[in-house]
């Protein structure tokens, strides 16, 4: 029986199995339970049957493309994977969230296997608990969105990008799950950017080291295949959907969206952190793992490549989300596995920062100063937001003092704060033990919304399937949102896209779902008129049934079917308890 770190391997393998079955526990418990809503983690619940629209259509109308939206040119991986779950299970809000949580739960066992090889078996564990613990990450990888997926396969790239240390032949897999991950969502475009760029810095490095070798040859088998996906892609996929692939991936989800001005990425670059909660729940993760990667900066050339792949996969990240957009907090899920990779190999090894880290002198410590000032920032403000959580420019301003004082004593004390750091030890059985009490704090998060769990949304699905005979067109993006529990067809309408262009004058569809509570068509966009639009230009509409949904914070979220023409009984919903079984 092998040991590492004075953990047998028949213990971390029970340990292992006992962790994954657990996240998948508390992923599967409850399927179609309404997503947290008190309070939120970000997640907009009537995305899902918007974004699994084309595999529905599918799997109940035998194709893809029954009107003018159709997200699979955006997430052609997502959608075919939501249709097999259809054709295999039926069509349903439970079915439509089994692949997200079937690959959450793999990405739990994958991020522990590549933690255990870069720093033992205790770190593995460490990992497996915080990210199987994880709340945002659970959550997301309870909803049927494209976030969770695509993280779990960039999860499984990372995998591959360690085993290719040992073996190239495993840079063929990091090619082609990133590849998986970009065509699941394109905002794994940062992956792809880092994966890319570590494969050219190990080249770059073979120069000056001709000793590493078997490194160079992952680097170049990883190009080679990254290329050959990429050719794969453009031939079956891109160039013969080419106008409606450009459509959806860039005049809408690009040039539509974000603001290039010098004012609004300044913006996003104080906004990041200050925003969203989901830093401020990971902290313990935030603050070792953004303090263990400015460490590992200054020992790059002798990191592993799966350690330099996760100092890539935050950096670019950031880079991505600074650039685009920090307003979503869906677009944070992706930092979660690289920040708990790091924590948890911090824990493992037993010191925050590496000998070589603090022997720098500090004229050179200096060149990082930006770096590290934001990554101060980042640390501070997310937990400071706690003061003034509904106000942006006090967390600014409080984060950005405390950065500066930060930064200021890390370089007045260097080298000695770094020698401290570096020279504070603890076991690797503690780590672990630290990092089970972070999870069971994530775990208490759990509990608490599953104590207090609602099935709104799922009801009012079946309500309308009650009212509604299978086929019947209805108007408005909630008409998506409300289409997993019933076999209504769907309109879907969007602001310049998705059948927007004849929002006005389609008499041939009597009905309209949308929000009257919090406000009429709040699941607009901001200021976006679209489903107005619709209503008013149907005057003698008349609601003829209302019922609850769960959105807000404030629990009295209400939606309606309308008859554009005014027909029909008006009907409301006796007020239901929410708590109907999966």
């Given at each position: 029986m092998t040991m590492m770190g004075g953990m047998s391997q028949r213990t971390f393998v029970v340990a292992l199995l006992a962790i994954v079955a657990g996240a998948a526990t508390i992923r599967g418990l409850f399927p179609s339970a309404d997503p947290p809503w008190m309070p939120t983690v970000g997640i907009v619940w009537h995305d899902e049957g918007a974004w699994v629209h084309n595999a529905r259509n599918k799997a109940l109308f035998g194709a893809w493309s029954e009107d003018?939206?159709?997200?699979?040119?955006?997430?052609?991986?997502?959608?075919?994977?939501?249709?097999?779950?259809?054709?295999?299970?039926?069509?349903?809000?439970?079915?439509?969230?089994l692949a997200p949580e079937a690959l959450g739960v793999l990405s739990v066992w994958l991020l522990a296997l590549g933690v255990t090889r870069i720093a033992g078996r205790h770190a593995g564990l460490a990992a497996a608990v915080l990210l199987a613990s994880n709340y945002v990450y659970v959550s997301w990888n309870r909803a049927a969105m494209m976030e969770g997926p695509m993280v779990a396969f960039i999860v499984m790239g990372w995998y591959c990008y360690v085993r290719s240390d040992d073996?190239?032949?495993?840079?063929?897999?990091?090619?082609?799950?990133?590849?998986?991950?970009?065509?699941?969502?394109?905002?794994?475009?940062?992956?792809?950017?880092?994966?890319?760029?570590?494969?050219?810095?190990?080249?770059?490095?073979?120069?000056?080291?001709?000793?590493?070798?078997?490194?160079?040859?992952?680097?170049?088998?990883?190009?080679?295949?990254?290329?050959?996906?990429?050719?794969?892609?453009?031939?079956?996929?891109?160039?013969?959907?080419?106008?409606?692939?450009?459509?959806?991936?860039?005049?809408?989800?690009?040039?539509?969206k974000p603001s290039y001005d010098l004012h609004s990425v300044l913006d996003r670059v104080t906004w990041l952190p200050v925003l969203h909660d989901t830093f401020t729940r990971m902290w313990?993760?935030?603050?070792?793992?953004?303090?263990?990667?400015?460490?590992?900066?200054?020992?790059?050339?002798?990191?592993?490549?799966?350690?330099?792949?996760?100092?890539?996969?935050?950096?670019?990240?950031?880079?991505?989300?600074?650039?685009?957009?920090?307003?979503?907090?869906?677009?944070?899920?992706?930092f979660i596995p690289a920040?708990?990779?790091?924590?948890?190999?911090?824990?493992?090894?037993?010191?925050?920062?590496?000998?070589?880290?603090?022997?720098?002198?500090?004229?050179?410590?200096?060149?990082?100063?930006?770096?590290?000032?934001?990554?101060?920032?980042?640390?501070?403000?997310?937990?400071?937001?706690?003061?003034?959580?509904?106000?942006?420019?006090?967390?600014?301003?409080?984060?950005?003092?405390?950065?500066?004082?930060?930064?200021?004593?890390?370089?007045?004390?260097?080298?000695?704060?770094?020698?401290?750091?570096?020279?504070?030890?603890?076991?690797?059985?503690?780590?672990?033990?630290?990092?089970?009490?972070v999870g069971a704090g994530s775990v208490a998060q759990y509990v608490q919304w599953a104590v207090g769990r609602t099935?709104?949304?799922?009801?009012?699905?079946?309500?309308?399937?009650?009212?509604?005979?299978?086929?019947?067109?209805?108007?408005?993006?909630l008409a998506n949102g409300l289409a997993l529990e019933n076999q209504i067809r769907p309109v879907f309408v969007g602001r310049g896209f998705g059948n927007y262009d004849d929002r006005k004058r389609r008499d041939d569809v009597r009905y309209i779902l949308t929000y009257i509570a919090p406000s009429l068509g709040y699941e607009s966009q901001a200021g976006d008129p679209v489903i107005k639009d619709v209503l008013d230009a149907y005057p003698n509409r008349r609601i003829i049934m209302t019922f609850d949904v769960a959105e807000t914070a404030t629990g009295h979220d209400r939606a309606a079917l309308i008859d554009k023409f005014g027909s029909g009984e008006r009907r409301e919903l006796p007020r239901a308890s929410g708590r109907a079984q999966d």
């Open positions: 003018r939206w159709n997200p699979m040119y955006i997430a052609p991986v997502f959608t075919g994977l939501e249709y097999l779950s259809f054709k295999a299970f039926g069509v349903g809000v439970g079915q439509a969230r073996d190239s032949r495993w840079a063929a897999g990091a090619a082609a799950f990133a590849w998986l991950a970009f065509f699941t969502k394109a905002a794994a475009a940062f992956f792809l950017a880092a994966l890319a760029l570590d494969a050219a810095i190990v080249i770059g490095l073979s120069w000056l080291w001709p000793d590493r070798g078997q490194s160079t040859r992952a680097a170049w088998t990883f190009l080679a295949s990254l290329a050959a996906g990429a050719a794969v892609a453009l031939a079956a996929f891109v160039i013969p959907n080419w106008t409606d692939y450009r459509f959806y991936n860039w005049q809408m989800s690009v040039t539509r313990f993760a935030v603050v070792v793992g953004l303090v263990a990667s400015l460490g590992a900066i200054a020992q790059w050339r002798r990191l592993s490549g799966g350690e330099r792949l996760l100092v890539l996969w935050i950096g670019l990240g950031a880079a991505e989300l600074i650039a685009h957009d920090v307003g979503n907090e869906r677009r944070f899920v992706f920040l708990i990779a790091v924590s948890a190999i911090v824990l493992g090894r037993g010191f925050l920062i590496d000998h070589d880290a603090a022997a720098l002198p500090r004229a050179r410590a200096l060149l990082a100063a930006p770096v590290v000032a934001y990554a101060f920032y980042v640390i501070a403000a997310s937990i400071l937001r706690i003061a003034f959580l509904s106000e942006i420019r006090p967390n600014v301003r409080l984060g950005a003092a405390a950065a500066i004082a930060l930064t200021l004593a890390t370089y007045a004390t260097w080298p000695r704060l770094a020698r401290a750091l570096s020279s504070s030890r603890w076991s690797p059985a503690a780590g672990l033990a630290l990092a089970c009490l099935y709104k949304n799922v009801e009012a699905s079946r309500a309308i399937g009650r009212v509604l005979p299978a086929g019947t067109l209805v108007h408005g993006k």
